[in-house]
Structures are given as C-alpha cells and as structure tokens.
C-alpha cells in the first residue's frame, strides 16, 4: 500500500480528523490534506512523529501494510460532537498563567523586602548597602526561576503545537471574559491601595515604599493571571500567531494563496518586533555600564521605550493593512 492509504487507514481507526493529527503534528491542516492526497509529502521529522504516534515502523508507514494491525480501542479518539482538547492546550496555558505571574510578583516583593529592610537597618543605624543589594538580587533570582522555565514551556508548546482547534465553549469564553474582568478590577484596586498606602507613609520613604510594592506584586499577579486566563481562550488569535513562526515549508502547504502571504507578511512583522526589542536591549547594557550617574539611573527606559516602538509599528502595518 501508498503511504496515503497507511495514513488514511491509521488515523480512521483512531478516530481522528485531520485537524486533530495537525495539530499533534504541529502542521496546518492543510498538510495533512496535502499528503493524504499525494500532491506532498512530510518531512523526516514529521514521520517519525507518525511512527510514534500509530507504534509502526518507518518502513511499515511507508512501504508496508498496515490494514491488517489489530485495532487498539483504547488508542482511538474519543466520539463527540464537539470538538477536543487534544494537545493539552488549556492545562499549558493555565500553567504559564499562573507561573509567570507569580515569577513578577516575586521580582517585585523581593523589591518590597528590601526596601523594608532597609528602613528597619537605618532605623537602627547600620549599614544596609550589603543587604539591600542582597535581598534585590534573591529575589529577582528567584523571580526569574519562576518566568525562564515557563516562557521556555510555553515556547516549546507553541513549536510542538502552532494550532489548536476552538474546543471552548460560549459559557467557558464568557466566564473567562468574567474572570479577565474581575481580574482586571481587583488588580487596579490593588494598585490603588498601594498608591494610598504610599501617602499615609510618606514621613517614611522605606516602610512606603515596601508597603507600596507589596500591593503593587499583588496587582501584578492578578492582573497578569487574569489576562493571561481570560485570553487562552482566543484560540484563533493563538493559531494567528503561529502564521509567524511558520517554516518556508510549511507556508507553501496553506492552501490558500491570501494566507500564505499573510503568514510571510506575520514573520516579517515577528523580525522586526525581535531586532528592535535587541537593539533596545543593547542601549539599555551600554547605559547601565558607562560611566555616567545620569544615564545609569535611566538605562530602564531602553526597554519601555523598544515596547512602544513596536506598538507604533504593529499600529501602522495594521492601519495599512486596514486600507489595503
């Protein structure tokens, strides 16, 4: 037999569609369209994966025959009508929500202990360079523990998985909306708070500032969680993104002629948005180690200032793209 028959016999007796093999793939559709209808063919590392997922030999998907394999029932997809979370997207996203958040929180209270430490040394008259500097660092450290695993997670997911089929349904997209708005109030009046803490305290800057921060990483976890939550169940937008980080090859297996350019117009973007968040990240380097006080106090500012470029940038191709 072809290896289209193979793969077409293996995946209906796994119940599966070809969106659901695209995406344990990480291909569109529409390449799972291509080789079940011989106009292409996967690459290697795509048929490997085939291999261990159907349990047969290269040589058996390829060459072989594998109508006469005994059916495993507890290796096909479950019947339902609607669609499935097959990928272990929404475990993924809760998971990334809930550690970066955390991981910024954490930045931000070792920022508060610090500043409280250091209200409570100079109180006592003692030197609190040392221990300021240590405590900033700790947490920052264990901040970023948090925030560089679950970026690398949520990056390794979005390789192995560019697409995932809308499985929400509309009561699960409008308690997340519920959930971002509730989110997003509860972490501005945490802000606020601190706001107000910070002036009920200001006859002690440290103990203020310690007390503002402390609010402020509980705003930030709330507020990230809950925009990170609400906005997992933008599937298409997730599957939008992933346009960008398509391989030539993968470009030229869409079908459609207007997403091809759209994809290849989306990586461009991705480029320019990467080089400029660099180059910021170079200017702020270089002004925190040259030796000025001035622009060492001001080296942050490398980096909000790159945001906004690329917020101008992504405004101007959209309203381009709007008139287009």
């Known amino acids: 037999m072809s290896f289209r028959d193979n793969l077409q016999h293996l995946r209906a007796t796994r119940n599966m569609t070809q969106e659901q093999l695209a995406m344990l793939l990480g291909v569109s559709r529409q390449s799972v ?9 996967p690459e290697m590392d795509k048929l490997l994966k085939l291999c261990s997922l159907f349990d047969c030999t290269l040589d058996e998907l390829v060459l072989g025959d594998v109508t006469e394999r005994p ?16 990928t272990g997207y929404d475990e993924a996203m809760r998971s990334f929500a809930w550690k970066l958040a955390l991981g910024l929180a954490v930045v931000l209270m070792g920022l508060a202990v610090a500043f409280f430490l250091t209200g409570v040394l100079l109180a006592a008259d003692i030197n609190v360079t040392g221990y300021t500097m240590a405590l900033v660092f700790v947490g920052a450290a264990a901040g970023l523990a948090l925030i560089v695993p679950a ?65 402020l990483a509980a705003g930030v976890f709330v507020l990230v969680r809950g925009w990170l939550l609400g906005r997992r169940c933008d599937v298409g937008r997730y599957n939008h993104s992933a346009l960008s980080r398509l ?32 180059v910021a990240t170079a200017v702020g380097l270089v002004l925190l180690f040259v030796p000025l006080t001035a622009a060492q106090r001001m080296f942050w500012l490398a980096w909000p200032i790159g945001a906004l470029i690329c917020v101008v940038i992504k405004a101007y191709r959209t309203m381009k793209g709007d008139e287009a």
């Open 33 to 41: 369209s291509k080789w079940e209808a011989e106009r292409a063919y």
């Open 71 to 86: 059916v495993d029932a507890a290796a096909r997809m479950p019947s339902a009508a609607a669609p499935q979370d097959v």
């Open 151 to 215: 970026l690398l997670e949520q990056r390794a997911f979005r390789t192995a998985h560019p697409f995932v089929e809308d499985f929400y349904t509309a009561e699960q997209k409008a308690q997340a909306c519920n959930s971002f708005a509730t989110g997003l109030v509860a972490g501005g009046a945490l802000v606020m708070v601190g706001l107000a803490v910070t002036v009920l305290l200001q006859t002690n800057v440290w103990f203020a500032s310690a007390a503002c921060l402390t609010c």
């Open 247 to 278: 391989g030539e090859a993968d470009i030229d297996a869409l079908d459609d002629e207007t997403l091809q350019a759209h994809a290849r117009r989306a990586k461009r973007e991705r480029g320019t948005y990467i080089f400029t968040m660099t």
